[in-house]
């Protein structure tokens, strides 16, 4: 039994890494070319869905202090894993996880010489998914003022999964292993080896909670939602 738990909580952190699929921060404006240059598509289309949906980065070309993507190092995470919270210090955001989706509108493009047509996808990141008509893929949007801050909002998100997980775990051992004692009927052995394994669970809840103690004491907003 000692080891199907250690092989458990080796596979929950083990996808805990490697789950996370990061994607780069670019935010493509158009997924696919236009078969001809002869093919006039909408000029507002990209402005159509972040009306839709509102804009998941402010960008402001006008004033640069209110442009996220020039103050924050922005990474996307393509699955929705986490929830949002942000880190402030002194009153200024250093660092915040958002749930966003990259919506993908189909837009018809029509030849300017004949009356043919063709679909184009344009994509961008919204805050909310706009609905009808719409393709929408939930990311986790991280910003951080830097790689120092954006490590620390992965390794706080992973180790939060992992560690509810490794708990959930535990406390699932307890409980069956209470009622294989209470359903032992006077088997010694089986007695033995679920307090064995109740014993063994309860080691592990107190090195999980004397690491979070440990990364608390390294810095105090680890924790922080």
């Keep these: 039994m000692k080891k199907i738990i250690t092989y ?14 990061v ?4 935010e493509p404006a158009v997924e696919k070319k236009a078969d001809s240059s002869n093919f006039v598509c909408p000029k507002t289309a990209i402005k159509d869905i972040y009306k839709a949906g509102g804009m998941c980065l402010k960008e402001d ?8 993507r020039k103050n924050f190092t922005v990474s996307i995470m ?9 880190l402030k210090d002194k009153g200024k955001t250093i660092s915040e ?26 994509t961008a990141l919204t805050r909310t998914c706009p609905g009808d008509g719409y393709k929408c893929q939930k ?4 910003l951080g003022k830097g ?23 535990c406390v699932l051992i ?14 010694t052995t089986g007695v033995d080896a679920a307090r064995k394994r109740i014993t063994q669970s309860l080691m592990a809840l107190a090195v999980l909670f004397l690491s979070a103690l440990i990364l608390y004491m390294i810095n105090p907003n680890f924790f922080t939602r």
């Design 23 to 26: 994607a780069h921060a670019t």
């Design 8 to 21: 458990i909580l080796i596979a929950i952190f083990l996808s805990s890494a490697m789950g996370p699929v």
């Design 61 to 68: 070309t006008e004033n640069p202090n209110d442009d996220e």
């Design 139 to 142: 990311v986790t949007v991280l």
């Design 174 to 187: 307890m409980i069956v292993s209470g009622i294989q004692i209470t359903a032992s009927g006077g088997d």
């Design 78 to 86: 393509e699955e929705g894993f986490g929830k949002d919270y942000e």
């Design 147 to 169: 790689g120092v801050s954006l490590i620390q909002l992965y390794v706080g998100m992973i180790y939060r999964w992992a560690a509810t997980m490794a708990g959930i775990v």
């Design 97 to 122: 996880v958002r749930t966003c989706f990259r919506t993908t509108q189909s837009v018809e493009c029509t030849n300017s010489s004949t009356s043919e047509s063709i679909s184009k996808d344009f």
